[in-house]
């Protein structure tokens, strides 16, 4: 059995397997004291002048090309002598890690800017791959009290700032409007997934959809999603570092889902993505990222609606994790690139350009000042991803620092709900794997 240990003691990943995907999405440690510290801590950047050029590199979070773009155009109005090179780094948050940690490896071209996960960034940290930004916040005067103070302090350790927010979510739960209305429920979200357990028949022989609800694509972010399950039912992946994901109240969570796919029959399992599936009229609910708000709201020909995630049996609130990214600065470009990135980042994270983001893509706003009016009115669906964000709930440790335990957990759901396995057998191995991860790569990590 792994001790429980406070966050407080975490002291990194450096050791961890580079190739380990852990997916996106969590809420990064909240930490202090302990852990890797570098020279980099005491950058001074007095007198440096920014590069003439560096590179952005980008997953493009939630469809955001366009927008990315129109804010560059508007910095290097303002910024003529600083041009900012948009590159796409992969299709997802894992292989923009993947391609930063090859070019790591092999000394190659790096970026000044890059998107990265709130999975990957401390790990990023304890191998020196990124530098603080204290200085450069301090010099550029970035106004960190209009920040967001939670999205803020996920990228905080040893009383540094490590990133700032970008892309940042909560899953939602999205629902037809058209199907509810037609089976005779509530305009709303259910309060559980008991509930929803309740409405789900009526919905599958009202709307002709072929499911009630579609479960996350497990090759995507089902360790992130399932927390929601996990958490209602009195269960998690661990409780700090106490590896219970074979606990009687996560195996009745997950039981009951596996029940709700092939007992009930309302429930499937997207072969891709479940906003996707929703938007196309396949399911009449799923939960998808904040992200994808903006996508299924162009996509669906129905009237969408949105609500906080459900509760369960033991627990009804604060059962929903926030997720997203970042952006760092790479340690291993000159000073003269980090100036300009820098200089590039305090515009991207400005009241005006986070308006714009979330209006675009449906992600959070960073800053409290960023006037969001025009965005609510145009987009109301917004403001209950905005809301929603004071009942989320820290990540469980097992997701958010065992490397590769995100995939464990992709593969022992699929198991559970594409083959029927046994649930209680399949997260005992589940354990046995994370706890292997975990003796391996973390406890060595941790102060005794």
């Not at 967001?148 to 409007?177: E, H, I």
């Not at 939960?287 to 609500?307: E, M, P, R």
Request: charged share 20%; proline share 5%.
């Amino acid at each position: 059995m792994a001790p429980t240990l406070d966050r407080r003691n975490f002291l990194g990943l450096a050791g961890a397997s580079a190739g380990a995907a852990a997916l996106a999405a969590c809420g990064g440690p909240s930490t202090s004291g302990g852990g890797a510290t570098t020279d980099a801590s005491d950058i001074d950047f007095t007198g440096v002048k920014p590069a003439g050029s560096f590179d952005f590199w980008t997953s493009h979070p939630g469809k955001s090309q366009d927008v990315e773009k129109a804010i560059i155009d508007k910095f290097q109005a303002k910024y003529p002598d600083i041009k900012v090179n948009l590159i796409t780094a992969g299709a997802n948050y894992e292989e923009i890690a993947q391609k930063f940690q090859t070019s790591q490896a092999a000394k190659s071209a790096l970026p000044g800017l890059v998107v990265l996960s709130d999975v990957w960034w401390f790990r990023y940290y304890t191998n020196g791959n990124i530098i603080p930004l204290d200085g450069l916040i301090k010099q550029l005067d970035f106004k960190m009290d209009d920040f967001q103070k939670s999205l803020v302090d996920d990228y905080k350790y040893n009383d540094k700032q490590w990133a700032l927010p970008y892309g940042r979510s909560t899953p939602l739960f999205y629902y037809n409007k058209d199907h509810f209305k037609a089976a005779g429920l509530p305009d709303r979200a259910p309060k559980t997934w008991q509930e929803f357990g309740e409405w789900a028949p009526k919905l599958k022989a009202a709307s002709g959809a072929s499911y009630s609800y579609m479960y996350l694509a497990l090759a995507g972010y089902a360790g992130w999603t399932l927390q929601n399950n996990l958490w209602g039912w009195g269960g998690s992946w661990s409780n700090g570092w106490d590896l219970n994901c074979d606990s009687a109240e996560s195996v009745a969570a997950l039981q009951w889902a596996q029940d709700s796919v092939y007992k009930d029959k309302w429930a499937g399992v997207s072969s891709k993505n479940a906003a996707d599936d929703f938007a196309a009229g396949i399911a009449s609910a799923t939960i998808s990222s904040t992200g994808d708000l903006l996508g299924v709201l162009q996509s669906a020909k129905f009237n969408v609606g949105v609500g906080f995630l459900p509760g369960g049996p033991k627990k009804d609130t604060g059962v929903c994790p926030t997720g997203g990214a970042g952006l760092g600065i790479p340690s291993g470009v000159s000073k003269e690139v980090q100036m300009a990135a820098a200089t590039f980042l305090k515009f991207m994270t400005e009241p005006e350009s986070t308006a714009a983001f979330s209006a675009a893509t449906g992600y959070m706003p960073i800053r409290k000042s960023a006037d969001m009016a025009a965005v609510l009115a145009k987009t109301p669906q917004i403001k209950t991803a905005m809301d929603q964000l004071a009942v989320t709930h820290v990540q469980d440790n097992a997701r958010v620092f065992l490397p590769g335990a995100d995939q464990e957990m992709a593969k022992a759901a699929a198991k559970i709900l594409t083959q029927q396995g046994d649930v209680k057998a399949t997260m005992t191995d589940l354990k046995t794997t994370l706890d292997g991860i975990y003796t391996k790569d973390v406890k060595p990590k941790l102060k005794s």
